[in-house]
């Protein structure tokens, strides 16, 4: 595809489960980030990963988060323990060295 | 405390009115960039500016970098209906790029 594709685009799960949120960026976009935005809210940095470099995970509110790149593609953000607070909409982008970012539609999460 | 400050968080306006909303910090930046966001959707970028005192316009929607690279404004003239959203700043910081909080604009027919 010619965007950035998230799935799935909503997700609804109960407090305490795990969650996986999977991103496919733009084919040969070496930086992929991922943000997390509340209702009404601006973009909260999580993590970021270019190129073979180790990622930036600085952004990531607590050891429940983890992410991973496989292949330099294809990402997956992992909510481990689901809380109530977790309860946003999940945005990844993508991007060719210092170029302008792309962003998905996002997963909007909901945590019951 | 947020790297970077956009005011006002909320603005409603009447189709025709003209808009300014801004972008402030303490920090000085190489570059900054302006996205906006459509509701279910991703921001899409707007202008990047990386000059300081730089002016760049796209149609209706005028962009400047002050002189000192610590702020950015963007002006709305004659706002249509189809320029409600939600307007990002976003600059890079530490080697990833940074967002505020936004300004939500809705203009009404």
């Known amino acids: 595809g010619a965007g950035v594709s998230q799935s799935p685009s909503n997700k609804v799960t109960e407090k305490g489960k795990d969650v996986e949120l999977r991103c496919d960026p733009i084919s040969g976009h070496t930086a992929l980030y991922w943000y997390r935005q509340s209702l009404g809210q601006g973009l909260e940095f999580l993590i970021y990963?270019?190129?073979?470099?180790?990622?930036?995970k600085s952004g990531l509110p607590s050891d429940r988060f983890s992410a991973e790149r496989t292949g330099g593609s294809v990402s997956t953000l992992t909510i481990q323990r689901t809380q109530q607070e977790d309860s946003a909409v999940y945005l990844c982008?993508?991007?060719?060295?210092?170029?302008?970012?792309?962003f998905g539609n996002g997963t909007r999460l909901t945590v019951t | 405390t947020q790297l970077l400050e956009q005011s006002p968080q909320f603005l409603s306006i009447q189709e025709g009115e003209n808009l300014t909303v801004y972008c402030n910090s303490s920090?000085?930046?190489?570059?900054l960039q302006w996205y906006r966001q459509e509701p279910g959707e991703g921001p899409v970028l707007l202008v990047t500016?990386?000059?300081?005192?730089e002016v760049k316009k796209l149609k209706r929607l005028t962009f400047q970098f002050g002189d000192a690279r610590k702020d950015s404004s963007l002006h709305i003239t004659a706002a249509q209906p189809g320029d409600t959203g939600l307007y990002l700043c976003a600059a890079p910081s530490w080697g990833k790029l940074q967002f505020g909080a936004g300004t939500q604009v809705v203009v009404t027919p």
């Open positions: 982008a993508s991007s060719f060295r210092n170029s302008p970012l792309h």
């Open positions: 990963f270019q190129g073979n470099s180790a990622p930036d």
């Open positions: 920090s000085v930046f190489s570059s």
């Open positions: 500016v990386v000059t300081g005192g």
